[in-house]
């Protein structure tokens, strides 16, 4: 079975050109991109179900109706105190059990593995993902699935390029894949997908990226459409601005969320001084600050989008808008900042939708003959919250647009997205939460434009395949042989395997000037000697120290090898059998830096 596979994938590798190691490899990453939207869709799926069948079945109310798995308001008091603890207990005994590198889950995770390790993310860390996922839901945490989503999509898209022996920048793109599949098969918003993987995790915008990754997002929309249909994730009545004088308000209600949005980064930011403590205490704690919210306010409890499309709809009173939003900012905050892994994205669209409304009713008390329905407000706030604390106003304007359906919506949520993240990031300089999380963590985003270009392509596109390994030692004769393959380079081999470049032409140059006098002189010295043995390293050329870097690398993780090493060039290696290397090109940082100049040219 294993052979099997191994053809298979062989077969697979061989089918995709060395050029996908390239920046330009369109039509194969395109390929990748549609399966990896079939994957991670398929994978979603699984995942709602995960949450949505003991939920329907545990809730009170009638399963089949819209949002049935969401409904913790109908459970009597005691089960909403008992419920949360009982599962921060669970969790916290999980987690508890994991080695501290197994913990991280979520965008924060994918980020990280994007940045230092390629966007190689592993199968345990998705199973992990997935149990705490659904356990934090089911369990009525003040949580969302879609940043669970985000890392299975990225997870299981990284784990296929893994399989198919893909270069790193490849993976790279995969990942992104992945997760705008996951945002987009969560909401049903394809394009919010494609933005939100490039705005937020990836942080860049290439022409290259653009195309699998849509392709990802519109096929894992199409998976999740079979089972649940076309809407969107929320009911949204036809919406339109009444008058042009409720802009004054609208950024007013910009500032406000902004200052909320501000506040909620602070608080997760602040909970890292609690970070040294066990994940078992801090998981229980979060649990036990947990009950009496959910017990007085059940509305917090779970994803809430039950309670976000009743706000949109104007169901929901000023009082229990307030009170539910302000309840939902505090108790995600402080139990995302004590490590509970609950997603953040859900959160605040809720936050944003009743907080939105809340000051869309107080705007129509002061003006209800130009005040628009309760549930535009809503729907701003929801993209001015979203915008705000992730610092991705774009991703939060389509998403903004996808869910409604309006094009009525795009003026003022233009407004209002821009001026709370402004006033968000430049008022109160906060950065995205998801780059606050990775800095508690002591870690950091690095999005240079230098960076970003050398991530996109791997050695294999710019490496020189005209090389000959070559023995230190060997006679004339041998080295005469060699050269007639014309090669441009000859990698010395020693006891351990390559340990210096050579210029070919320096050997050629050694062989003309020795006369065939000194051969005949030499040959009477070694009496006991057919042919004379050439030492490589002693003879003189302009030799280059070496080390080794794999096949799969990308051009950054080259120039980190030059910067860490004393190395004057790499040589690019593949294995093909366990304990055997197959080298096949060298790179010199001359060829880095003249690939980055022309690219920029």
């Known amino acids: 079975m294993n052979n099997a596979w191994r053809q298979i994938s062989e077969k697979l590798t061989s ?87 197994d913990r991280k889950v979520g965008v924060v995770h994918v980020m990280e593995r994007l940045n230092y390790h390629q966007g190689y993310v592993t199968a345990k860390s998705a199973f992990i993902q997935f ?16 940043g669970p989503a985000v890392h299975l999509g990225a997870a299981f898209s990284s784990l296929m390029g893994q399989w198919m022996r893909r270069p790193n920048n490849s993976i790279r793109t995969l990942v992104a894949c992945g997760c705008a599949a996951a945002i987009s098969a969560s909401f049903n918003t394809p394009i919010s997908g494609v933005i939100f993987a490039m705005e937020v995790v990836m942080m860049e915008y290439t022409i290259a990226g ?16 079979v089972v649940y249909g076309t809407d969107p994730a929320f009911s949204v009545p036809a919406l339109t601005m009444n008058s042009l004088l409720e802009i004054p308000w609208i950024l007013l209600m910009a500032v406000i969320i902004g200052i909320l949005a501000a506040s909620f980064i ?111 407000y809503a729907t701003l706030g929801m993209g001015a919250m ?43 300089g906060k950065k995205s939460l998801f780059l606050t999380m990775l800095k508690n963590q002591g870690l950091s985003y690095q999005s240079s434009p230098v960076i970003q270009a050398l991530r996109r392509v791997s ?62 002189e030499k040959a009477a010295e070694n009496k006991g000697k057919k042919t004379e043995s050439i030492d490589l390293i002693n003879i003189p050329a302009n030799r280059r120290d070496i080390a080794p870097v794999q096949y799969q690398a990308t051009l950054e993780e080259a120039l980190h090898a030059f910067e860490t090493t004393s190395a004057e060039a790499l040589y690019v290696q593949r294995q093909v059998a366990p304990m055997i290397q197959r080298v096949y090109g060298v790179l010199l940082k001359s060829d880095i830096e003249s690939y980055y100049q022309y690219r920029r040219s």
């Open 210 to 225: 653009f195309t699998p990754i849509i392709l990802a997002a519109v096929s894992a929309a199409i998976v999740t459409q």
């Open 459 to 520: 050695v294999a596109a710019i490496m020189d395949k005209s090389i000959l390994r070559i023995n230190r030692h060997l006679t004339t004769e041998e080295a005469r042989k060699a050269l007639t393959a014309e090669p441009k380079w000859l990698v010395v081999e020693g006891s351990k395997g390559p340990t210096s470049l050579l210029p070919a032409v320096d050997l050629a140059r050694y062989l003309e000037d020795v006369s065939a006098e000194a051969h005949a």
């Open 386 to 428: 979203m915008g705000a604390v992730l610092q991705a106003p774009l991703a939060a304007l389509m998403a903004l647009i996808e869910l409604t359906r309006n094009p009525n919506i795009i003026l003022p949520g233009m407004l209002i997205i821009t001026s709370s993240t402004l006033i968000t990031s430049e008022a109160f």
């Open 15 to 101: 089918a995709l050109p060395r050029r996908m190691s390239g920046a330009e490899s369109l039509p194969q990453l395109a390929i990748l991109g549609l399966l990896s939207g079939l994957v991670t869709g398929g994978v979603i799926l699984i995942f709602r179900l995960a949450i949505e069948w003991p939920l329907e079945h545990f809730l009170p109310g009638d399963s089949s109706e819209a949002f049935a798995s969401e409904t913790f308001e109908g459970l009597s008091f005691f089960a909403r105190g008992v419920l949360p603890l009982a599962g921060a207990v669970g969790l916290g005994l999980f987690l508890h059990s994991l080695a501290p590198k």
């Open 131 to 146: 149990i705490v996922g659904v356990l934090t839901v089911v369990s009525g945490q003040s949580a969302g699935r879609e």
């Open 266 to 376: 602070h608080i997760v930011d602040a909970m890292r001084r609690f970070n040294k403590q066990p994940i078992l205490l801090r998981v229980i704690a979060a649990g036990v600050l947990m009950v009496p919210v959910a017990v007085l306010v059940p509305q917090t409890m779970g994803i809430g989008y039950d309670t976000v499309n009743e706000t949109i709809n104007g169901e929901l009173g000023f009082w229990l808008l307030l009170s539910v939003g302000a309840a939902k900012l505090v108790i995600t905050a402080i139990t995302a900042g004590l490590g509970m892994p609950n997603s953040i994205i859900g959160p605040t669209l809720f936050m944003g939708a009743t907080l939105g409304g809340a000051l869309g009713l107080i705007g129509a008390e002061f003006s209800p003959a130009q005040a628009s329905n309760v549930g535009f």
